[in-house]
């Protein structure tokens, strides 16, 4: 994943560092330092806290609450990159050298691709609940979701492995920075692009036509009822885009300024990634926010153990579902008798009301 990294520097600022042995700020230093110390002071603990009441105080773990775990176990290893990077906005040079220059940023490209999977890997999972309940109650078990979710690190790992090839030590006067080195402009196109098209474009369109599914299902049905496993998805999905989406722009700024030669959009997207490489980290911090949002009505009844309590209340999706087929397979033998009895079909009605 791309980071914060200084761009060329003229004579007369190296000059400058050379005497004064201090290297300049990156661009948008101050901003990036305030968003990223925030991200982790909030954040870090947050995630803890989630992990810890999925681990300990969850006693029935339900498919989206083993989403949820992994999720945050994504979110706190990311976190915990961020020390060396706001050490790095501070101080404008990387101090920690080659091999926790390459691992800090492989851990974020990992984390990256780990959470945009997961958070596809929900939506989808509701979408099939929604329009295939049948199929859904059959292989909707925690083998088959604790398969998937091994297979999406895997693949996480995998898809993170050039940011292991294109992070180098550069010099920049005095100074070593843990900066991007494309030995070619085709490897930055091939890297920045790669990069957005894996860890973003593909599993946000999956997760749109999720919801348009979703939403497209709900409207044929007479279901209108709002549940609180459905909002929550939302919010993490909104969340994750907001976050997500400035940097991936960004990329696309980098690969339109490589392709054109334009110093000005070259220059843009160094001015611009450092701060929102930080916010894009803030979106590790968010998910603890959006679940004490959601389940707020249980903190005065359950206190401490509120998160908990929502991870259980996503339980009742299952039993729902459940209901919901076993009612709709009464109404099919109902069915059966009644056209036994006349030998009409067109007297038989059936309704449907999917997770109800």
Known sequence: MNRPSLGPMTNATLNATTQSGVLPSLPGAKLGLAILSLAFILGFPGNVFVVWSALWRVHKRTVTCLLILHLALADCAVLLTAPFFLRLLSAGSWEFGPVVCKLCHYICGVSMYASISLIALMSLDRCLAVSKPFISQKIRTK???RSLVLAIWMVSFLLAVPVIFYRKLVRRGPHLLCDLSHPTPGHLVFHNLFETLTGFVLPFAAIIWSYGVIGRRLRETRFRRKRRTNRLIALIVVAFAFFWLPFHVVNLLDVAGSLSHSKALIMAGKMARP???????????????????????????????????????????????RQWTGRTIQRHEEAKLEMGQDGNPENTTLTTHPLE
Do not use: C, R
């Open 275 to 321: 701060t929102l490489t930080a916010l894009a980290f803030f979106s590790s911090s968010v998910n603890p926010i959006l679940y004490a949002f959601t389940g707020g009505a249980l903190i005065k009844s359950a206190g401490i153990g509120f998160m908990a309590k929502l991870f259980e209340g996503t339980a009742s999706e299952v039993s729902s579902t």
């Open 143 to 145: 083998l088959v979701a």
